[in-house]
């Protein structure tokens, strides 16, 4: 399995951003049950799991992002791309995101319990916030 990031930048407070993670491996029914995941971390803090999303079709989200962001799978034709639309962006999400993915399946709450034991990783792509 390998992940694909992109979609980061600099944008200023209030703005937006989708960031798209391409996870080569799966076939479009897999993915769309697997355990997957975007991480943010930012410098001289713990890496944070920001939103879940398994098999349920429901999300998970961190306090802090709540009703700004929104997590999606996409696998209709054959995609296999997990997103994650950023909305009132604030100085405080800068960090570098990473998507991450499980090597097995469950519903989100399972997922978001066992966050520890994901085991594909992006590289990252880095979102700056600024006032």
């Known amino acids: 399995v390998q992940l694909v990031e992109s979609g980061g930048g600099s944008v200023q407070a209030g703005e937006s951003l989708r960031l798209s993670c391409v996870a080569s491996g799966y076939t479009s029914s897999l993915f769309s049950t697997y355990c997957m995941a975007w991480f943010r971390q930012s410098p001289g803090k713990e890496r944070e799991a920001v939103a879940v999303?398994?098999?349920?079709?429901?999300?998970?989200?961190t306090d802090s992002v709540k009703g700004r962001f929104t997590i999606s799978k996409d696998n209709a034709n054959a995609k296999t791309t997990l997103y994650l639309q950023m909305d009132s962006l604030k100085p405080e999400d800068t960090a570098m995101y990473y998507c991450a993915a499980a090597n097995f399946p469950g519903a989100t709450y399972y997922c978001a319990a066992r966050q520890r034991l994901f085991a594909y990783w992006g590289q990252g792509t880095q979102v700056t916030v600024s006032v």
């Open positions: 999303s398994g098999s349920s079709g429901s999300a998970m989200y």
